[in-house]
C-alpha cells in the first residue's frame, strides 16, 4: 500500500515537473520577453542570417554539455562509474529541475538521482566541487577582462582606476585561494552545531588533491571556452557587428554578472538580456542582434538539455532503482 502511494506522488511530482517546465519555457520565451517579436522584428530589418554559424553554436552544445558530464564522471569516479552517456543523462536531468529552482539549486537533486551506488547527500556535495570550479573560472577571467576594459567604465586613468585594477587581482587571487583550500569548509562545519548532521559529507571536500581539482578547473575552462564561442557564433550569425576581441572580453564581463548577481531562475532571462545590452552598446547599436544572441545562448544551453531531461526524468523510475 505504501508502495502505491509512493508512486502516485512520484507520477504527481513528474506532472507538477512537465507543467512548470512548459509553462516556464512558453511564458519566458514568448509572453515576456517575445522572442517570437525580437524574430519578427530582426526579419523585417532584412539582415542576412548567417546560418552556418548558427548551426555551429548549436552543435557545440554537444560538446559543451559533453564537458560538463565528463567533469561530473570523474568527480564521482571513486565512488561509482558511470558511461559517458549516463553522465549526459544526469546532467541533463540536473538541468531540467535547476531551470525551475532558485539559482540553479535542484541541479544536484536531478543528477544524483541516476546514482545506485554512491551515497546520495555525498554526490550532492560533490557536484558543489564541479559548480565551484565552474564559477571560479567564470569570476576570475571575468575580473580579468573588466579590467582590461576598464576603460570604457572609467574613461579617466585616477586613483579609482587603480583600485578597481587591485579589486580585480584580489578576486582572481581569493577565488585561487579559495578553490585549492576547499577542504577548510570540512574544518568550518564543525564549529557550527546546527551543520551536525551532515558534517560528514563536508569530508568530500578533503578527498581531491590538487591535481584532482586543477584537472576539473581544466575541465571548467574548456567548458568555458566552448560556451564563449557559442556566444561570439551567435553574434556573428546575427550580424552584431563587434569584433572577436571585443566580443570575448565583454562576453567574459556578461558571464561574471549573471554569475554573481543572485536571482530566482524566473528572473535569469532577463538578466542576460538587460547585462548584455548595456556592456555590448559601447560597441554596437545592433539591439536586436544582441537580445537574439543571448535568448539564443538561454535556448540552446539551457532550454535544450531541460527537455531532454525532462524525458529521462519521465521515463526514470525511482522506486524501482532503490530496490536494486
Same mark, same amino acid.
Given at each position: 500500500?505504501?508502495? &502505491?502511494?509512493?508512486?502516485? /506522488? #512520484? @507520477?504527481?511530482? %513528474? *506532472?507538477?515537473?512537465?507543467?512548470? !517546465?512548459?509553462?516556464?519555457?512558453?511564458?519566458?520565451?514568448?509572453?515576456?520577453?517575445?522572442?517570437?517579436?525580437?524574430?519578427?522584428?530582426?526579419?523585417?530589418?532584412?539582415?542576412?542570417?548567417?546560418?552556418?554559424?548558427?548551426?555551429?553554436?548549436?552543435?557545440?552544445?554537444?560538446?559543451?554539455?559533453?564537458?560538463?558530464?565528463?567533469?561530473?564522471?570523474?568527480?564521482?569516479?571513486? &565512488?561509482?562509474?558511470?558511461? /559517458? #552517456? @549516463?553522465?549526459? %543523462? *544526469?546532467?541533463?536531468?540536473?538541468? !531540467?529541475?535547476?531551470?525551475?529552482?532558485?539559482?540553479?539549486?535542484?541541479?544536484?537533486?536531478?543528477?544524483?538521482?541516476?546514482?545506485?551506488?554512491?551515497?546520495?547527500?555525498?554526490?550532492?556535495?560533490?557536484?558543489?566541487?564541479?559548480?565551484?570550479?565552474?564559477?571560479?573560472?567564470?569570476?576570475?577571467?571575468?575580473?580579468?577582462?573588466?579590467?582590461?576594459?576598464?576603460?570604457?567604465?572609467?574613461?579617466?586613468?585616477? /586613483?579609482?582606476?587603480?583600485?578597481?585594477?587591485?579589486?580585480?587581482?584580489?578576486?582572481?587571487?581569493?577565488?585561487?585561494?579559495?578553490?585549492?583550500?576547499?577542504?577548510?569548509?570540512?574544518?568550518?562545519?564543525?564549529?557550527?552545531?546546527?551543520?551536525?548532521?551532515?558534517?560528514?559529507?563536508?569530508?568530500?571536500?578533503?578527498?581531491?588533491?590538487?591535481?584532482?581539482?586543477?584537472?576539473?578547473?581544466?575541465?571548467?575552462?574548456?567548458?568555458?571556452?566552448?560556451?564563449?564561442?557559442?556566444?561570439?557564433? /551567435?553574434?556573428?550569425?546575427?550580424?552584431?557587428?563587434?569584433?572577436?576581441?571585443?566580443?570575448?572580453?565583454?562576453?567574459?564581463?556578461?558571464?561574471?554578472?549573471?554569475?554573481?548577481?543572485?536571482?530566482?531562475?524566473?528572473?535569469?532571462?532577463?538578466?542576460?538580456?538587460?547585462?548584455?545590452?548595456?556592456?555590448?552598446?559601447?560597441?554596437?547599436?545592433?539591439?536586436?542582434?544582441?537580445?537574439?544572441?543571448?535568448?539564443?545562448?538561454?535556448?540552446?544551453?539551457?532550454?535544450?538539455?531541460?527537455?531532454?531531461?525532462?524525458?529521462?526524468?519521465?521515463?526514470?523510475?525511482?522506486?524501482?532503482?532503490?530496490?536494486?
Amino acid at each position: 500500500m505504501k508502495e &502505491q502511494r509512493k508512486k502516485r /506522488l #512520484l @507520477q504527481l511530482l %513528474k *506532472a507538477a515537473i512537465v507543467i512548470y !517546465t512548459f509553462i516556464y519555457v512558453y511564458y519566458k520565451a514568448f509572453v515576456d520577453y517575445d522572442i517570437d517579436q525580437l524574430i519578427r522584428e530582426y526579419s523585417a530589418t532584412l539582415e542576412h542570417l548567417s546560418p552556418v554559424a548558427l548551426a555551429l553554436a548549436v552543435v557545440l552544445f554537444v560538446l559543451n554539455w559533453g564537458l560538463e558530464a565528463q567533469k561530473w564522471r570523474f568527480l564521482i569516479g571513486a &565512488q561509482e562509474r558511470l558511461s /559517458l #552517456l @549516463q553522465a549526459y %543523462k *544526469a546532467v541533463f536531468s540536473g538541468s !531540467t529541475i535547476s531551470l525551475i529552482t532558485p539559482n540553479r539549486i535542484g541541479e544536484y537533486a536531478g543528477r544524483v538521482i541516476h546514482l545506485q551506488q554512491m551515497d546520495k547527500i555525498k554526490a550532492a556535495f560533490t557536484t558543489v566541487v564541479g559548480s565551484f570550479a565552474q564559477l571560479s573560472i567564470t569570476v576570475m577571467v571575468g575580473s580579468i577582462c573588466f579590467a582590461l576594459q576598464l576603460d570604457l567604465f572609467i574613461p579617466q586613468h585616477s /586613483l579609482a582606476t587603480q583600485m578597481v585594477v587591485v579589486l580585480c587581482i584580489l578576486i582572481v587571487a581569493g577565488t585561487m585561494l579559495l578553490y585549492y583550500n576547499m577542504w577548510l569548509l570540512s574544518a568550518l562545519s564543525q564549529r557550527f552545531p546546527l551543520l551536525n548532521k551532515i558534517t560528514r559529507y563536508f569530508h568530500v571536500f578533503e578527498e581531491y588533491n590538487s591535481k584532482a581539482l586543477t584537472t576539473v578547473l581544466i575541465l571548467s575552462l574548456l567548458r568555458y571556452a566552448v560556451f564563449t564561442l557559442q556566444y561570439l557564433l /551567435l553574434l556573428y550569425a546575427f550580424k552584431a557587428n563587434v569584433s572577436a576581441l571585443d566580443a570575448v572580453q565583454v562576453v567574459a564581463i556578461i558571464f561574471f554578472v549573471q554569475a554573481v548577481v543572485p536571482t530566482f531562475t524566473l528572473s535569469d532571462l532577463g538578466i542576460r538580456g538587460a547585462s548584455a545590452l548595456y556592456f555590448f552598446s559601447f560597441f554596437t547599436n545592433k539591439h536586436l542582434a544582441i537580445l537574439l544572441s543571448a535568448y539564443g545562448l538561454w535556448v540552446i544551453n539551457l532550454i535544450v538539455p531541460a527537455l531532454l531531461g525532462l524525458i529521462l526524468i519521465l521515463r526514470y523510475r525511482i522506486l524501482e532503482h532503490r530496490n536494486k
